[in-house]
Each structure stands twice: as C-alpha cells, then as structure tokens.
C-alpha cells in the first residue's frame, strides 16, 4: 500500500525508491516536470542491476536516444560518474552500456546490457528477442501531446510488446514483468485510461484533491502528483513567473489535463430529458422543451438500443445520423468526460 505522505522525499523530489518497492505490477505515475520521475527510476534500476526495458512511443524519438544530446541517461552520468549511453548490437537493436575508456583510450562498452531502448510503434520487432532477463519497463512519456500523432491500437500494441517479452514467466513462478508509465498530465482521454476505464477514476482523484488510486485486483497503481514541493519551487523560477496562468503552467505546476476541453460537461437532472436511444455504454436524451441533447451511462426507459457492431452503428446512422452533429453545433452536455470520451469515439469523431 502506498500513502500520500510518503511520496515526497525531504528535498521535495518523487520518493521513487518508495514507489518502487511498493507499487504493483501495472504503475501510472503523472506528474508535474521536474520532479523526478524519469531521473529516479533511472536511477534505480541501476543502483539494483535491474534489466530495464526503455520505451518511447515512436521509433524517431528511440533513435534520438542514441544521441548524446538527448540521451536519458544524460544527467544521471554527470551526477553519478557513469557513461551510460545507447549503441547498436545488430539486426536494427540497440541496447544501454556502461562505456569505459580502453588501454588505447577509445571508449568501449564494457559489461553485461542494462537495458533496451524499444518504440511502441516497432513494438512488434521484438517478438523474436528474448527477453526473459527484463525485469522492468520504463516508458516515458506514454501519454502523447496534443502536437503528437496517435497511433493506431495504441494500447493494443502495448499488450501485444508486454506478452512477448513477459511471455510465460508467471506460469513457471517467476514475478512478472514491472512496468511504469511516465508521463506529464496531457490528456485523460489517452488510449491507456480508456481500455483500462481509468477515465473516471481519474476525473475522481482530481474532484476529491487525491493523489493515489490502487486496484488490488488488477495488480495497478494510479498516482497523480500534487503538492509537490518541486513545484511549489519552481513557482518562482523565471519561464513559470512568464507564464503565470498559462496552460502549460498549469500542466506542469498544477497537474491539470490541459489538452482536455471538458466544458461539455455539465451533469443534467434527466426528468427533463427523454430517452432517444442507447449506442454502447451510453444513452443519448433529448430535452422535452428544447432542442438540446444529454448523454448519459444510465438507462432511464425502454429506449431503442444498438451495439457497436457495424450492422447496428449503420442502423443507428440510419435513424439517428443526425446525431453526429450535436456536438459541434453546441447543443450537447455530458455526465462525465468519459461519456464525452466514449460518444466521440463511438460516432468516430476523434
């Protein structure tokens, strides 16, 4: 179990050795910039020889990996006296070493891999590697900016890597493979929090002001960081007093989902409202005095139902077409962002 009061250290960074002796198998950390997450769990993976699989969401920004510039291991080096860096072992791999400088002074990789370096949107290379001496997977960044492109089945992709490289390591009683999700507070309405149906545990800890959800269950661990000490100092600092107010600062001090317009929700009393018609999860509702729609999980009547297979969605076009257009035109309101999320995924409007 982990509590809030434990996940700052003394200095006001993450408390990720903390987190990592006590989180579970599947590990959300969002929070502010700046605070520790990428640099900590680095960190520990090394301090415990723990095999590392570092992952990126595109293959362009692995490959910036290999470049000192931008190499994560960058700072940790100067701090800790390291060379850790990425360079290719074939066949379009690459993998972390540490580098030492040899008799003719020419710096060599020296000692067992640390990690590997592997995009999401390759993720399928791997299925020949072995990679059963993988401990942990670090994937920074997995929640895509608003300048990002998706990608197809992202979290597919994701289940799809973790199946080859954990494989049978249970079955045959070994741990399974750790993994820790880094990222900035850019959208709830990522790939991840909606197959996993974390959106509205997500809009939950922020009404309530928590940091921490935890599913026993599914062996995960969801933290949104807040009050952090770090930025509470960076406050102060020059870029954030220009850009008080700002989204970005909200993003990055505040841990607010600015890539989020969640202006369409407002919560309606539904004794207003008469039930149209269910597609999925969702029933749409028509206001009895206006032409206004609300779109609700709850059923209230025996309203028309289609699913979300393609001869009920052309059915559901068919009598309710019109449907698509609620939404720009300004006369839609939903419960929850997730019901937002979910009609605009339904009606492939995003």
Do not use: W
Request: proline share 3%; net charge negative; glycine share 6%.
């Amino acid at each position: 179990m982990i509590y809030e009061n434990n996940i700052y250290l003394e200095n006001g960074f993450l408390n990720v050795p903390y987190i990592y002796d006590n989180g579970k198998v599947f590990n959300f950390l969002i929070g502010g910039r700046g605070i520790g997450k990428t640099y900590g769990m680095l960190k520990e993976v090394i301090a415990r020889g723990d095999k590392f699989i570092y992952m990126r969401r595109t293959q362009k920004q692995v490959d910036m990996c290999a470049m000192d510039s931008f190499n994560p291991f960058k700072t940790l080096n100067n701090d800790l006296g390291l060379n850790i860096r990425a360079c290719s072992i074939g066949n379009g791999f690459s993998a972390f070493y540490n580098f030492e400088k040899n008799e003719e002074g020419k710096e060599v990789a020296t000692g067992e891999v640390l990690g590997y370096p592997f995009a999401l949107s390759t993720i399928g290379n791997i299925r020949s590697i072995d990679l059963s001496d993988v401990d942990i997977i670090i994937f920074e960044e997995f929640m895509r900016s608003s300048v990002e492109k998706p990608i197809k089945d992202e979290f597919i992709k994701f289940t799809d890597g973790y199946e080859t490289a954990n494989r049978n390591r249970e079955i045959i009683g070994k741990p399974p493979i750790k993994v820790f999700f880094l990222s900035n507070s850019n959208s709830i309405d990522n790939d991840y929090f909606v197959s996993l149906e974390l959106v509205i545990t997500v809009e939950k800890l922020i009404k309530n002001e928590k940091m921490i959800y935890c599913d026993d269950e599914r062996d995960l661990l969801l933290c949104l960081f807040r009050d952090s000490p770090i930025s509470k100092q960076k406050k102060n600092t020059a870029m954030y007093k220009l850009l008080k107010g700002n989204e970005y600062a909200s993003m990055s001090l505040e841990n607010e989902f600015v890539d989020d317009d969640i202006s369409f929700v407002k919560p309606q009393p539904l004794q207003e409202y008469n039930a149209l018609c269910t597609l999925g999860e969702l029933t749409i509702y028509e206001h009895k005095s206006n032409e206004t729609y609300y779109i609700s999980p709850h059923i209230k009547g025996k309203p028309p139902r289609f699913n979300l297979t393609k001869n009920s969605k052309a059915m559901f076009y068919q009598n309710f077409g019109y449907l698509r257009f609620i939404v720009g035109e300004g006369l839609a309101t939903f419960e929850t962002y997730y019901c937002q999320i979910l009609f605009m995924k339904y009606l492939d409007l995003k």
